[in-house]
């Protein structure tokens, strides 16, 4: 995957290309709208073999990512071949968070807690982000020392409010080759899920976190429908997320008055949707903006709501 976050100029029409030939002014940011590179997203718990064994149980087993620089958590990965992954974190000692930004989901068996997006300018990124009237926090260096005892870095910059990517996406930006942070896992390598093609977050106000992205990344209106097990869903054509607001009480209900406002569910892109049905054993079948869901086994899963999304 070599598309980071990027600008895109939308189209103009007739009158306004004449206009822009004439004048040529500078293009504002209202021209733009800015496509995401989904990096990975995140699964937190308390304990990481646990959570490892939850998903060798369904069938993709994660590789050991080794602990954080910051001597606080650990992470075990799922990376599929179109270079997305799926991060396991868990505490090193039991019950020892603080420190964390992710501290209060690691009370659980297993919980969605964030995702990112890739960049090779952050700073730019962070800037532009700022202009279009959204906090930035100051980036961060973060790293990782593998099982083999090679050592990856990276920086980081958390946009929004509330724990890291837990609405908005937080940044990351390699210091060393994403090669060395990133490998195809054995268990699903060639497999007939290719990638995390979309996160679900659990809003509050459907509206409100619309107008928030579109401030933050310029887009179009979505498209809109409602899935009973869900609520209200919106969804960004091309873009990777979905925000789900409840409709009324039930587990979303539960989970935003627990969490806040947090991805509740992933969804991997498939190559074939009846060979992952039968391959993993997915059911509730739905149909969500014109294309087939279908859902791993949330028991197995210790809760984590993961699917499966394609034609």
């Not at 490892?52 to 069938?59: H, L």
């Not at 019950?95 to 009370?107: L, N, Q, R, Y």
């Not at 958390?158 to 990517?165: A, E, H, K, Y």
């Not at 093609?197 to 619309?210: C, H, K, P, T, Y």
Request: glycine share 12%; proline share 6%; net charge neutral.
């Amino acid at each position: 995957m070599s598309k980071r976050i990027s600008p895109i100029c939308c189209g103009l029409s007739f009158a306004a290309f004449v206009i822009l030939l004439i004048s040529r002014p500078a293009m504002t940011q209202e021209n733009k709208s800015v496509a995401l590179e989904l990096d990975h997203v995140s699964i937190c718990g308390s304990n990481l073999d646990v959570l490892r064994q939850a998903f060798t149980d369904v069938g993709m087993t994660p590789d050991l990512g080794g602990p954080h620089g910051n001597g606080i958590t650990q992470m075990a990965i799922i990376g599929f071949d179109e270079a997305t992954y799926i991060e396991l974190i868990a505490p090193v000692k039991p019950g020892v968070t603080e420190g964390s930004g992710w501290a209060k989901f690691m009370g659980e068996d297993a919980v969605t807690c964030a995702w990112a997006v890739g960049t090779n300018a952050l700073l730019e990124e962070a800037d532009r982000l700022k202009k279009a009237g959204i906090p930035v926090k100051t980036p961060e260096h973060g790293s990782r020392k593998r099982p083999d005892g090679m050592s990856i870095e990276w920086m980081t910059a958390d946009v929004g409010s509330g724990t890291p990517g837990s609405t908005l996406p937080f940044i990351i930006e390699d210091q060393t080759p994403r090669a060395w942070r990133v490998q195809i896992s054995a268990s699903v390598q060639g497999a007939p899920v290719e990638g995390v093609e979309n996160v679900v977050l659990g809003v509050n106000n459907l509206d409100a976190s619309i107008a928030l992205f579109r401030k933050a990344y310029g887009w179009a209106d979505p498209l809109t429908e409602t899935q009973k097990d869900f609520g209200k869903l919106a969804y960004f054509p091309g873009e990777p997320v979905i925000l789900a607001a409840p409709s009324g009480g039930g587990w979303l209900s539960d989970r935003l008055a627990k969490f806040g406002e947090t991805p509740v569910a992933y969804l991997l892109a498939t190559r074939d949707f009846a060979a992952a049905t039968k391959k993993y054993k997915l059911s509730g079948n739905k149909t969500w903006f014109g294309q087939k869901v279908a859902w791993f086994d949330a028991g197995k899963l210790k809760g984590v709501h993961l699917g499966v999304i394609g034609q």
